[in-house]
């Protein structure tokens, strides 16, 4: 059974930091790219950022600057540093995996919730 599961997130003032975690089990994805994706309501899915096996990551023109992905092997982990968050920020956050560039990933956690408020 794969699984991934997210924590972190909740309600932070506009310009505040979150990190969310995503724990995978069930399978390692140590030689695979993982990726975050957000969703708030009323609009269509959106990529934030992946990171590669090797570490080289991508953001979203929207995010980059403010937010850094990074991943821990040895945990299964991947995680999202979030800083200086804007009340647009506000989504339900989606981890997936394995994750190649244009495809769509196998798995997806449950989503957490991220409310910016103003």
């Known amino acids: 059974q794969v699984q991934l599961v997210e924590s972190g997130g909740g309600l932070v003032q506009a310009g505040g930091s979150l990190r969310l975690s995503c724990a995978a089990s069930?399978?390692?994805?140590?030689?695979?790219?993982m990726a975050w994706f957000r969703q708030a309501p009323g609009k269509e899915r959106e990529f934030v950022a992946r990171i590669s096996w090797s570490g080289g990551t991508i953001y979203a023109g929207s995010v980059k600057g403010r937010f850094t992905i990074s991943r821990d092997n040895t945990k299964n982990t991947v995680y999202l540093q979030m800083n200086s968050l804007r009340p647009e920020d506000t989504a339900v956050y989606y981890c997936a995996a394995p994750y190649f560039d244009g495809v769509p990933p196998d798995y997806w956690g449950q989503g957490t919730q991220v409310t910016v408020s103003s």
């Open positions: 069930g399978r390692t994805f140590s030689n695979y790219g």
